[in-house]
């Protein structure tokens, strides 16, 4: 079992969803993270004093999965988950942590049957 | 339109149109019907809520009113209650209007019950902390405000003199409350709590509301202040008492519209009050504290009681009858979720990116297998050149500028999946094209030739467990 | 100023101040550019709706004021369109200020295009809900109480008693229409949606502004009960036409700015009017639903074509000319990050702590290693005590109190990087005095000596690789 | 109440009511406090700023009031200043309110000095910007419809024409300056901030509140465009100086305040004065561009200067004495963590899920051990049915449905804890009950019997560590 | 060593940290997430529109523990964060990830002496 | 490669941000989390009412770095998340999680050489 960790744009959520549907692969959760890369932050001003902002909104995805899924999951946000035709900087990065073992809370199910749905 | 000085008695004090007396006690009732929903916040089914401002606004607020100011038997005159030299008197409502509002919510919090959580074993007290001070600070304000249409706006009368008067009486108990309270918190709390704050600021608002004609400025500092501190304490004693009243509209409306009308029978001057004001104005006595004994302090207790016993009696019929038939609680998932989302399907706030859609359909446990969709992946192996060089030159063709526009490479990072080592892998898109694309933009990055083996998986799963393998 | 009453027209009503009819109109004609805001919003370029709204306030709304109250074509008279007897009648702007404001409106968000993802494919709509219901209510109460300045205002002269009947029709009407259409979007929804319930209370105002004056009270409440049911019904189609307005601002504006005129050719009451009011009352006739016939009715569905045509004929050449200039929609991009940053380069709401300068150069790839500092590094090994009883002494002499404000310990703690086991770290510091130290504190906390070995790490990376072993 | 005339001369303008004086007044005195209150935030004690609100309306706004509106020095007549046929001129408070408040401001800002991190080394300015441009947004537009009660209010009679001019000339500069600040930011900083643009309209008020009654509509235009202009260049000018103001306040009110004034001494125009308005203004002269000379700037420009010397030096005072008594700054913790906290014990914004209640007494440190609980574990094997079966008949038992309700099912429920492979792990129950039970329902759902063996686990901490094993 | 990540119902959070300190786990970090999930989102709508929330808010609790109290804090989610009698879906899940070094910042300790209070 | 999971006092990320640049580290992954640890919580009133706040506002770091990196970041954190002479209660922990893989999502790239910049 794996963590998936996934780091995108906010944009790019239901891209991502859908092509990781189509991969079976329907859970996940999500956060609102600030991440801070090689994209250049954007140029606020505030009453007159400009500052520019370097941590930038992107949501982290979190998708537990079965080893079978793991390259079919990376995958599916690679292909969602790029900006334009020859991608962006600050498209993201896909993290994969071990996974040791999962409950599900409901039945108390262990391991790889608690995976999925 | 004919007769409405007879028939229409509470609302003929004086030569003002009656659809602008009309409005005015529409405001009045509107009001007296808003104090009860803060109390009953949070757990209150709407539909019901509606329905009780109907009871309210029909049953409640007109009796009482037309009793005090419509003629009824608590006014001074012949045939009423106290005879024709002595009566209660409530300027512009802290019976009438907010005491009567909070008797109604009263009624509703005994028969609602506190909100989950709010109460835990033991005598526990758990706040639930108001979400947004800047939006409560909005709304003392604009209540300030709005009181001033209430108090001088109910002299019915362009009369400058009184309306100045009662201007500043108004906003000097308003200013003292304030400060009371604010002070009276700081003392029992140890931090001046900005929600005591406001809410005594609207405590003063409340108990100056009937003496605001008959009370000089000096005594509105009185008025005022003893209205701050008692809201502070009237909070703590509800909470004590396990009454759940989220925004402490009891303290405020129900417990200083008390205290104002007493202090009426306390403070009141005769003489301030000017003649033709009102009808009956001239009827009113000194207060206790002028002088004038009990002869208007009796009139207002008497008053309020009977006001209390009426409003809160017809207030707890009506929410029996909403509780027994469409009944006045939320369940208890929905009280926890939020009643935004159960009662109106809304958010309150909307601020995270969420899919919009259904994404899918409802997922049923199922075997744990990736799904082939027909679609081809490749692994193709670079040689002639090291991995590292390999992976800068990657790198670099991939960063933003001119070769990014090649469109060789854009044709190319279309399937591109990953890339480790040696090894690119493709999604789709015909074998031979990519292998002849890939050394292409390769030659022309690295300066040198490179070849290029391709091998189509056959298995996508296996694909798949191969380059897991690889790592 | 001399002369105004002839120059002027459309501001000469009665015996007013030129100065205050002029700000009077002044406030109608910004209401009416401020429709627009709402329908285009979250897609339209800053600069554009600037230009706009002075396109809107020169050459829009004035020409349909002076047809309507400026005795132009549309007005009773003369040589009029309907001859002296008859007239298109619109109190408060209805038309002039409503429709007018959305046809505009409508103009604007046809050559704007939908927002992105508003619209899926397959008829799918994707609601784009509104960040913040307390905003929403606010903004929709403060309106509420500005038309109590429109519409009373529109009688422009102190007639008490007209004024006080448009007050009670205005605000029964936007009370009927509240809840009109909350039980409509109960009904069609299954959930009293906040939203329709907001818009419905606007609607119903929208549609008594030009019947105000000329209705009863019991016809006001039909009007405002058709309003909020229209507005429901409004907001569905508008969805279903893929004509994105975000705040429903052509439902409640346009919809029923033209109801609201229509509704004067059903329900006016030649009687009611009070002589002399305005210029022009005098010659209104009764509506279809009181027997009048057509003879109200025609004049006010012409004049809503009339100014229909010309508001939206205007404004679309307006908008052309802007796209096609400066360009009236915001790139893609933008859309998706907010137009609070791209338009003005501020966060609408700031709450993230973050970096507030930029705190690196832009970062290029580059090798993986970590640059050395020039401080040296230290192992310490204790020797004479076990791994726990080191352990216990280390966390208690950490502990906030005495112990903690040592200065040797204080000097010492600067400088100590991570502890594990009989392995202390430091950076930086001498090392004889750091042995020295530690040797102290220890023995003064353990009660007895213990020895210190130490070891200078000569490479900075190599430590840290010795380290990771030693895990 | 008699001799007022005579004791309260600066509030004897006209024949309006003493209290509606005092009023006026009141809510002057309360404006100039309030402006200290931005400028200040973020780091003022609460207390401090209490007492120094009083310091300002006992002490700083009375005096200048008295100069200027009340008869002093600084007014026309016999005897002072600038002798009977001349004298400063400020309709409704561009000096006596604004730039009082905002050299109150000024001192309370110097002697406090910066937020924390606002200003970085070398000159580096770290903005930390409003959390919420709604809020700022509504507050504005408050101001602006205060604005219709200061300035027309303060003609201190029912003049229709003079009311009506002034309410234009104010609206217009404010317009002006708000399109001018927009234009200003966007030239300077390439965007067009709506803080300025905010900023830009309270300047344009500020600035008409003197000269609105004396200057011509087309003038106010300049004197909006003006203002708008410099409250951006001041908001620079004051960060470039490292004077930190959060809201911009002493851009608003101070330079601004002080442009009015000055305005009045170029723009003023005799003819436009109506007689009679107020006591003095018969005395005004004609602005430097309306032929007047320096009859009009001189006293202006004196005025400003008295009443800042002596605004400032006053408030500096009582700022220094509250200083070094009960002290102005909260400390750098309580900056950091926000004032809401420290200052009021109060969460500005409340929203995340919580645990209402302390939890659990202060955790010490203590050896790493779970404690026991006397509640025994207990871990069954199936046997006679394979483990994907056995899985696959859990997972359905678990599904809401008629399995679930089974009351056998729900009573075993209660005490599993978790299900790998062929072992059921349980807390807690009777061994023998809960070995039928899970027979029981795996039978019914299986269709097949199974047997299920036992095992109470002896030691708590052991039976975790086997079943940690068996993974 | 393990890191524990649990996503629970976000009403659950007081009855799940009383589980956990009767077992003496004190320490843990909270953050909002929304999860996707088997669980039917709720229907909102917004100006008549209807639309279907898929991520719904829950709550990610994360709490290194030493490898001995793996176990009893697992156990101690269960017990507290189911719903009613019988569970329902939505209740969320259980993660045990490897955790291969813990430093107490204050003080530096390192490894699992560092996890506890 | 590891994923370094801090947590940390919101004020203290400037310095940490700074630390890290010293060591050539720059890329993170920011979020809003709750701590319940030792540190007391803070009483706050709401009308009256007193309670105590026991999760107290913290910043989550993600950090992913190669192996030679990890003792320079946990280094830079420690050196910049302490309070005061002593340190304080609530200074904070720091995480050490395997990393088994990582993929920049714009390139494709996997491995050591995606994790940086
Ligand atoms: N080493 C890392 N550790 C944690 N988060 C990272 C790391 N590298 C990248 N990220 C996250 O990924 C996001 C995108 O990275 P960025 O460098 O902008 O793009 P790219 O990798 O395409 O050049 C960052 O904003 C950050 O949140
Ligand atoms: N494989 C997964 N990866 C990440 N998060 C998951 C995963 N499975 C479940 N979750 C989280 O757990 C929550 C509950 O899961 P759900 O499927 O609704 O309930 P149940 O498991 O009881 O059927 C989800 O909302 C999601 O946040
Ligand atoms: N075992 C743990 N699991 C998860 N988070 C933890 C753990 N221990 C500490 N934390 C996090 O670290 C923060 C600081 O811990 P705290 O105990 O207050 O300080 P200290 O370790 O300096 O005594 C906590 O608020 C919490 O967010």
């Not at chain 2, 007290?125 to 001033?148: D, M």
């Not at chain 2, 704050?197 to 009370?215: D, E, H, Q, R, S």
Request: charged share 15%; hydrophobic share 45%.
């Amino acid at each position: 079992m794996k963590l998936i960790v996934a780091i995108i744009r906010p944009e790019k959520l239901e891209a991502v969803q859908a092509a990781l549907n189509r991969r079976d692969v329907y859970l996940m959760t999500v956060s609102d993270v600030r991440g801070c890369g090689r994209q250049r932050g954007y140029t606020e001003v505030f009453r007159g004093q400009e500052f520019q902002v370097r941590l930038l909104p992107k949501l982290k995805l979190e998708i537990a999965v079965n080893d079978a899924f793991v390259e079919a999951t990376i995958e599916a946000i690679l292909e969602a988950a790029r900006t334009g035709e020859t991608g962006a900087i600050g498209d993201g990065k896909i993290f994969v942590l071990p996974l040791e073992d999962c409950v599900r809370i409901r039945t108390g199910e262990r391991g790889g049957q608690a995976i999925g749905p | 339109m004919k007769g409405y000085e007879g028939d229409y008695a509470s609302l003929s004090w004086t030569g003002v149109p009656l659809w602008a007396k009309f409005f005015f006690q529409l405001v009045f009732a509107g009001t007296a019907a808003t104090i009860v929903s803060g109390a009953v916040a949070e757990r209150i089914k709407y539909k019901s809520f509606i329905l009780f401002t109907f009871i309210m606004s029909i049953a409640v607020y007109p009796v009482v009113g037309h009793w005090i100011w419509g003629g009824g038997f608590l006014s001074p005159g012949e045939g009423h209650w106290f005879g024709k030299d002595a009566g209660m008197f409530d300027f512009a409502g802290s019976t009438v209007v907010h005491s009567v509002g909070g008797w109604a919510a009263l009624a509703g919090v005994l028969l609602l019950g506190p909100r989950l959580g709010k109460y835990g074993p033991e005598g526990k007290v758990n706040p639930i902390p108001g979400h947004n001070l800047t939006s409560a600070t909005i709304g003392c304000f604009v209540l300030w405000f709005g009181w001033f249409g209430f108090n001088p706006g109910s002299t019915m009368a362009a009369d400058v003199n009184a309306i100045a008067r009662i201007c500043v009486t108004t906003n000097t108990a308003a200013a003292a409350a304030t400060l009371s309270a604010t002070v009276t918190s700081w003392i029992l709390l140890g931090k001046p709590d900005l929600g005591m704050t406001l809410n005594g600021c609207l405590a003063g608002l409340v108990a100056i509301t009937a003496p605001c004609a008959y009370v000089s400025v000096s005594d509105s500092i009185f008025i005022g202040l003893i209205a701050g501190a008692l809201v502070v304490v009237a909070v703590f004693m509800f909470d004590r008492l396990r009454i759940d009243d989220p925004v402490g509209a009891l303290s405020v409306h129900l417990v200083n519209g008390v205290w104002g009308t007493l202090a009426v029978g306390l403070f009141s001057q005769k003489e301030l009050v000017q003649s033709g004001q009102t009808v009956s104005t001239g009827l009113l006595n000194n207060g206790l504290l002028h002088g004038g004994g009990l002869s208007q302090l009796l009139p207002q207790a008497v008053g309020i009681l009977c006001a209390g016993v009426y409003a809160f009696a017809a207030s707890a019929l009506g929410w029996l009858i909403l509780k027994y038939t469409v009944g006045i609680r939320v369940s208890a998932q929905e009280e926890l979720e939020g009643l935004d989302l159960g009662e109106h399907g809304n958010e309150a706030y909307h601020g995270f990116v969420m899919a919009l859609e259904p994404l899918m359909a409802p997922v049923e446990p199922r075997p744990a297998h990736v799904p082939p969709d027909g679609v081809k992946r490749y692994t193709a192996l670079v040689q002639g050149v090291g991995a590292d060089e390999l992976a800068q030159a990657w790198s670099e063709l991939c960063q933003p500028g001119p070769a990014a526009a090649d469109p060789a490479f854009k044709e190319l990072y279309k399937h591109v999946t990953t890339v480790r080592g040696h090894q690119f892998r493709f999604r789709g898109g015909d074998a031979h094209r990519l292998r002849s694309l890939l050394e292409t933009v390769l030659r022309a990055q690295l300066g040198k030739p490179v070849e290029v083996v391709l091998k189509e998986d056959s298995n996508y799963a296996q694909a798949y467990a191969e380059l897991a393998e690889a790592r």
